[in-house]
């Protein structure tokens, strides 16, 4: 029984990797006889394209005192019969692209996410949206990227909640960084609700030089409904984005 139980196992197995082989074939084949290319986009007049050493993709643009960066957010698999509805889409090779083509055959598609900062005066501004979108928004999204909605459920809430979202904007600068920030030893900032309106703590959390220019990791520290929010950006002192933009050796003093 155990004998019999082993076999339908391994061939049920087999079976499923059969048709995984076919839908690895089938995308591969599509991409080729269409043409496009993975884990690349087509950066607009003024950005520039960048590949960290991880091979993950980083677009900039700089306009005056303000950068805008994109970077990748969230990924979720497509089928192929999805994935040709994705790339009909007017923002795809823009700010949406084919990562890769996994072993299933399923295409992983990233959405890339623009964040703004404003640079003067040695000082560096992260700008901000203060109204912000309802959680069923961010909800929803991880429900379609399980699978728990479909795509046309999805689609309509989401473009609803656009609409109504359209024109309720608020940016606000808030200040990240400024080069005198840490002086005579200090790592940790609490900044005011002046130049800062979510009154971040801001740590240096590493300091080194690379290629002649001081470096910095820079982590951002609050909180959101009681829960400890933090993330980091890794720059030097010409405001480059060391983590993303290109691949260079890092050495740390």
Partial sequence: MKTLIAIIFLLIADKALSQDDSNYVSSCNYFK?????LNVIEPPDGYNLFY???SMLFVRGNFSDTIKIWTPGVEWAHTLDQFKDVVSKPNYGKTIFAKSIMSDGRILVV??????FIFRND???EVEDT???PKEYFSMLVDHVSGKMDETTYRHKKDSIDLLY????AYVPKLIFAKNMFHRGKKKVTL???V???KDEIELEREWVENGKKCYVVRINNKFENEKTTYAYAINEDIKFIWWEGCGNRTQK
């Fill in 52 to 54: 960290n050493c991880d």
């Fill in 166 to 169: 359209k024109d309720r904007h």
């Fill in 196 to 198: 800062n309106y979510e």
């Fill in 111 to 116: 959405n890339c996410m623009e964040t703004v």
């Fill in 131 to 133: 109204v912000s979108k």
């Fill in 123 to 125: 000082s560096l501004y």
């Fill in 192 to 194: 005011s609700r002046k």
């Fill in 33 to 37: 006889e269409n043409k496009l290319a």
